[in-house]
């Protein structure tokens, strides 16, 4: 499993920016997005499980503004994030794992970070 995330940027806030994780290789079952501020620990941000047999699952600080978009043609999942927050400044990660629970917690794979910046 190779994950390839794009999309970061700067937004001013309110705005909204769309972040891409691509799944080449084998596909995993299920992908989230996590991220991480300067100076604090990676977080948990969403979660959809592949095959939509699964409700998708986010963390409660994105609820109502994050949501998770499945491209079967392309195997992406895009996070689409309206009402940015200075607080949504982070680095995200998009991961998978085969396993619902440990997707969300301990993902076995990792892509590569993407930049997101909020301004106030």
């Known amino acids: 499993v190779q994950l390839q995330a794009s999309g970061g940027g700067m937004v001013q806030a309110g705005g909204s920016l769309r972040l891409s994780c691509a799944q080449s290789g084998r596909t995993a079952r299920a992908v989230g997005w996590f991220r991480q501020a300067p100076g604090k620990e990676r977080e948990f941000v969403a979660a959809?499980?592949?095959?939509?047999?699964?409700?998708?699952d986010y963390a409660d600080s994105v609820k109502g503004r994050f949501t998770l978009i499945r491209d079967y043609a392309k195997n992406t999942i895009d996070l689409q994030m309206n009402t940015l927050k200075s607080e949504d400044t982070a680095v995200y990660y998009c991961a998978a794992d085969d396993s619902w629970r440990d997707v969300k917690i301990r993902p076995q794979y990792w892509g590569q970070g993407t930049q997101v910046t909020v301004s106030s």
């Open positions: 959809i499980f592949w095959s939509g047999v699964l409700e998708d």
